[in-house]
């Protein structure tokens, strides 16, 4: 089982134990056709019943094994659990954590498209000296295995803020362009880092990464031919090791 399927089995067991009742796993069993599955395992419903102690690690059990099994299957779980609590919470962390965020903010629509595994998003400057840059990464993306997307591919909101912000959402990865200190990639990452991004930084110079973020690892490029060859592979293979 890869890390990515464990995080989501362990993020939908807690909302399953925060929010499910009884009469909600009877529908689940309907719907999905899991009525012998949830009947039959020794331990879930009789726990959730008397609040037994044990009842997150049944609930988690009974994912893994459906994940185990069917993966398909596990996912039509995760989008009646996602219909069934629409609006009681929004996750958006691509790393689930001992804490949840849950915001509604008032800047910003929250799309109705859930975040995409596969999808990587570029915050960097738009100058056309940039594009050769972009094309590297646009490259890397697809050599990993993940679809590729910057703001100029999108025109879905009259306010291109918003469209940054649907992009971030939706992205499961966001490769930011600290080159030329430009204030709308910092703002951009603040943004990927508070939904909970995976950030992947790069930059021609590491003078130009604000202090605060200088802890994190940036990948560093020059922007003559051979380097940007240099640089695809490199992020390439970050990309990937994010998906191991």
């Known amino acids: 089982m890869d890390k990515e399927l464990g995080r989501r089995i362990l993020q939908l067991k807690d909302t399953i ?14 719907l999905m056709g899991l009525t012998s599955d949830i009947d039959h395992h020794p331990r879930l419903l009789r726990s959730l019943d008397w609040g037994d102690g044990d009842y997150p690690g049944n609930v988690l059990s009974f994912l893994k094994g459906i994940a185990q099994k069917d993966k398909s299957a596990f996912e039509e779980v995760e989008n009646f659990v996602e219909s069934q609590f629409e ?15 849950t915001f509604a903010p008032n800047v910003f629509k929250v799309p109705d498209d859930k975040p995409q595994d596969d999808l990587v998003s570029v915050m ?8 050769p840059v972009h094309s590297s990464i646009r490259g890397a993306a697809e050599s990993a295995g993940y679809r590729c997307q910057r703001v100029d591919d999108l025109w879905e909101d009259s306010v291109v803020v918003q469209d940054v912000f649907s992009l971030v959402f939706r992205s499961r990865v966001v490769v930011v362009d600290f080159t030329g200190k430009n204030a709308n990639v910092f703002y951009e990452t603040g943004i990927a ?12 110079s590491l003078d130009d990464v604000p202090f605060d973020l200088r802890h994190h690892r940036v990948l560093k490029y020059l922007p003559n031919a051979e380097g940007l060859a240099a640089f695809q592979d490199s992020l390439a293979r970050r990309l990937s090791n994010l998906g191991a």
Not at 124 to 131: A, I, N
């Open 87 to 101: 609006g009681t919470a929004t996750y958006v962390s691509a790393k689930p954590s001992a804490k949840r965020l």
């Open 17 to 30: 134990v925060t929010e499910f009742d009884a009469e909600n796993w009877t529908e689940l069993g309907l």
């Open 193 to 204: 880092h508070t939904l909970g991004k995976l950030v992947v930084p790069v930059s021609q």
């Open 124 to 131: 960097m400057p738009f100058e056309k000296s940039f594009d």
